[in-house]
């Protein structure tokens, strides 16, 4: 064992303490010699393993729980339908359930990548430009107060019925974190760090790019996680407003002729589009963020340990 | 709110520079040291009240030399140093290093904070190479050196750790490495030990001494410690306190390389007795040469 290892793997034990389920702990304690470290695709997936394990035995509780629950108290199905009728209604109906999931699929990416301009660049504005961020910081911490999704149905008389009131509505609730978050990062950045670049004769640009980006990052993402969890809020209920199609336009119209495996297909739906969003900005942030391929290192230690 | 600017550093007072003020620029650092000549700095405060941070200083420090400032808290040293790196502009007066005035950040100087202000997603190695980065200077070689440097101060076994795998006191030599591997004619260094426990201090103050001699760069250090102060320095300037100025310069001939015997010395007791007597009866000792200068103006 290198001297290296040894802090990387305390402090990976610390954060994930349940997880560790194996003895291999225990052995390393006992003094036990560790075992032949293991191909590295193998060690790849145990990593996933251990990082999904614990979620998914959660999700499979709860759903038995629900079903349990549905059985014992014999709830109508037009109350609360078991999981198993759900999941019957989910491939009975998959073909309408894509088509207005590409609907809103699309309100939310646009409104989505709307938000992610918009705010980014504000928030590098704000930080630039002492006069941006005076005249901007009390306006958005007002408006944070608003509920953005008031402001729907005025969107609708302005815009009609189409997409345009749902991604803006998406792109005005994802727009705040991600401004604030990104402000914030680059705020982050020690007065020494700066100090040290100028000793170096560093251009501005070279300044940003160096030293401001990388330690802004963590937070720029940290404000997109949230923003993606908001935008299918946003698009939502912009159908809820008003719309042909869509599936929020899908929820009501289950929900006015009490077809509850309907309208629980359509939240499915829904949850897994967010995920799948989250997903994708997870995986740009793992892509991207220095910080991240760092946290990437410390996970292959401890899985090769 | 008053927060750095992304682009700016922090606000300055306009400098009312006058380089004629004391005495004219050839005058200044002949032999490639640093010239300080009547420099005063003002700071303005949010509410327009205004700070005299640092009374007029006028000091001369030689090529090579190595130069130590201690002084009550509040004094004025960082001032001094953000002056002497070009980050913070004198009120008045000039300061030249090497024959030329500087009214820029100084590029060819090492800067180690107190704060080791160390990039955490980035490895040791390269948490020293980015001086050749951002300078625009040859990687390879910047690479070798930081190796070396990295050596010397006893981190060759952590060039591919991050930061956060280190303790503080490696964290503050990474930074050192850092300072010296551009091979700056001089180094800055403000209060670089203070958050590192008492016995590490004497080892990173050996290795400073170390890579110092083989290099022999003017250094401009500031300290708390007195002992330090004199351990490491040729000479040690007592501030008073705000608006500071320099009251008393303690020459350090100890022969060199120092070793930590010396400081069992008598004649190491008598120096640092010496800076230490200003701080004992810290009042009075600056009051009587605050009448001192009075009367012999
Ligand atoms: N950016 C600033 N704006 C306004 N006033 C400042 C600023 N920086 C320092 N000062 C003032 O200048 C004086 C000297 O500060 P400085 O940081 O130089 O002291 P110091 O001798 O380094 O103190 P310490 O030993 O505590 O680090 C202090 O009284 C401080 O209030
Ligand atoms: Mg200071």
Known sequence: MTATEDPARQSTEQS????????????????????????????????????????????????????????????????????????????????????????????????????VVVGVSLGVLMVVSSFVDKAMYPLLVTMQAVPKIAIAPILVIWFG???????????????????????????????????????????AYKTFATFRLPTALPSIFTGLKVAAALSVVGAVSGEFVAANEGLGYLLLTASSTIDSAGVFAGVMALAVQGMLLYGAVELLERLFSPMSRRARRLEATVATA | MNRPSIFRGVQDVQPVTDATAGGRPEDLSPDGGIALRDVCKEYVLADEQRVLALGGTTLDIAKGEFFSVVGPSGCGKS??????????????????????????????????????????????????????EVRGTDRKAASRRAVELLRLVGLEDFVDAYPDELSGGMRQRVSIARAFVHDPSVLLMDEPFAAIDALTRETLADDLQRIWLASQKTVFFITHNIQEAVYLSDRVAIMSPRPGRLVEIVDIDLPRPRVPEVMETEEFFRLTQRVHRWFR?????????????????
């Not at chain 1, 998406?170 to 000793?199: C, D, W, Y």
């Not at chain 2, 009866?281 to 103006?297: L, P």
């Open chain 1, 16 to 115: 994930t303490p349940a997880i560790g389920g194996d003895s291999s702990g225990a052995a390393r304690r006992s003094g036990m010699a560790p075992q032949a470290p293991a191909p590295r695709r193998r060690t790849a997936f145990r990593t996933l393993r251990r990082a999904l394990a614990p979620p998914l035995l959660t999700l499979l509780a709860m759903l038995v729980v629900w079903q349990l629950a549905v059985w014992v108290f014999e709830m109508p199905s037009y109350l609360v339908p078991s999981p198993g009728e759900v999941a019957v209604t989910i491939g009975e109906r998959w073909p309408l359930i894509l088509d207005h999931a590409g609907v809103t699929g699309l309100e939310i990416v646009l409104g989505f990548g709307l938000a």
């Open chain 1, 161 to 203: 019925f189409g997409p345009t009131p749902k991604v803006l509505t998406a792109f005005l609730v994802a727009v705040f974190p991600i401004v604030v978050n990104t402000a914030m990062g680059f705020k982050q950045t020690p007065v020494e760090m700066i100090h040290l670049s100028r000793s170096m004769g560093a251009s």
């Open chain 2, 79 to 132: 001032t001094l140093l953000m002056m002497l790196a070009g980050l913070r502009t004198p009120t008045s007066g000039t300061i030249s290093i090497d024959g030329t005035i500087v009214d820029r950040p100084y590029t060819d100087a090492g800067i180690v904070f107190q704060r080791d202000a160390l990039m955490e997603w980035r490895t040791v190695l390269a948490n020293v190479t980015v001086q050749a």
């Open chain 2, 281 to 297: 009866s810290r009042e009075r000792a600056f009051a009587e040469w605050e009448a001192d200068q009075e009367g012999s103006r």
